[in-house]
Structures are given as C-alpha cells and as structure tokens.
C-alpha cells in the first residue's frame, strides 16, 4: 500500500507544470510555443524572464524532493527487504516517490504526457536522498555550462556521472534509481545529443527575445 501510495502521490505533484502555469500567471502566453517548446526553466529564460525561470527552477526541484521527503516522513522506519536487500521503508518510500514525481514532470497526465526533461526535478529528489551526490551533480553541471554555455551538454554530463558519484557516497538501491533517472534524463536530451553532435545546439543566453 504505501509503495502504490508514494508512486500515485509522486506522480501527480511532479505532474504540476509550474514553468507553463508561471507564463501563463505572467502573461507570456503558452511557453511551449517558444524556443524548444519545453516547459522547463531552460526555455523559460528564453522568454528573458530570469525571474521567473529562477522560480521555475526552484519550484520543479521542490516538487520531486518534497514528494520523497514527505513519504519518508510518513512512512514508518520498520526494516524490509527490498530486492534482496534489507532497508528500510521510508527509503523505499521517497525513493519511489521522488522517481515518480520526476516521471510526473516528464510526462504530465495534464499535457497529454508532454512534459520537460526532468533536470530540475531530479536535483531536487537526489538532494533530499543524497545532498553529496546532489552537490556533485550540480558543480558539473555548473562547470561544463560555464565552460561550454550548453545547458544540455551540461545536464548530460552530469546525468552520466551522478550514478558514480552515488555509487560513492550513498548505498545500492540508491544508485539503481538514480541509475534510471540517468537514463531517463539522457533519453529525454536525444534531440539534444543529436544537435550537439551537428553543432547546431543553441547556448544559454541570457538576452531579451
């Protein structure tokens, strides 16, 4: 009961397209019919909103780590065996929840299962389960956008490497579902990957259009 609880709970909270309601409330229309089309803060800066992408940001990555953090709460710490290894239920809980939740924001009951890439979402989730992974994850993500001014690239890279850096510093059933957050972070950026590699990806700018 509580995984079928922590899965449906997830899911609709990570379906709530806040990048999409905050245009709307601002009066800058449907955002999906801007820049790449995505509801995610990337495309939202393009509206030269830094404001409100900031909010978006925020807002997204709440929404996945507050689902786990609060299915951890409320669910009891008995030991159980998980795939043949014993935890707890409260981890089993937020994990679930916060992976739904980031299934929610990819695919959104709400936008006919059309929703963004899960970037924002995931860091929020994997900060509540593993701040020294999620610290990780961000400092690359922060270098190689830097670096190279591809918000893609960057989510990429660091999609690639969070499951080492959770391997390290969290346990086994961690790195499973952020192994499978990985895959489905570089899943969502195959149009992304394909753009790179022919050199046509757009960078971060942060101009007015």
């Given at each position: 009961m509580y995984i079928l609880l922590s899965a449906l709970g997830g899911y609709l909270l990570g379906s709530i397209p806040f990048g999409l309601v905050l245009c709307y409330l601002a009066g800058l229309g449907d955002i999906r019919k801007i820049g790449s089309g995505n509801i995610g803060a990337t495309n939202v800066l393009r509206t030269?909103?830094?404001d409100l992408a900031l909010l978006t940001?925020?807002?997204?990555?709440?929404k996945a780590g507050f689902a786990a953090w609060m299915a951890g709460k409320l669910t009891?710490?008995?030991p159980e065996m998980f795939?043949?290894?014993?935890?707890?239920?409260?981890?089993v809980a937020a994990l679930i929840a916060g992976t739904c939740a980031i299934l929610g924001h990819n695919f959104p009951v709400w936008l006919k299962f059309k929703g963004g890439k899960g970037v924002a979402s995931a860091f929020g989730f994997i900060l509540v389960i593993s701040p020294m992974v999620a610290l990780s994850a961000f400092a690359t993500w922060l270098v190689v956008a830097i670096l190279f001014r591809y918000s893609s690239l960057a989510a990429i890279t660091a999609?690639?490497?969070?499951?080492l850096y959770t391997f390290f510093f969290a346990g086994v059933i961690e790195t499973a579902f952020i192994t499978f957050i990985a895959?489905?972070?570089?899943?969502?950026h195959h149009a992304n990957i394909s753009r790179l590699l022919q050199g046509k990806e757009?960078?971060?700018s942060f101009k007015k259009k």
């Open positions: 030269g909103r830094k940001v925020l807002l997204d990555a709440s009891q710490q008995n795939c043949g290894i014993m935890t707890n239920t409260s981890l999609a690639v490497l969070t499951p895959v489905l972070v570089l899943a969502r757009s960078k971060i």
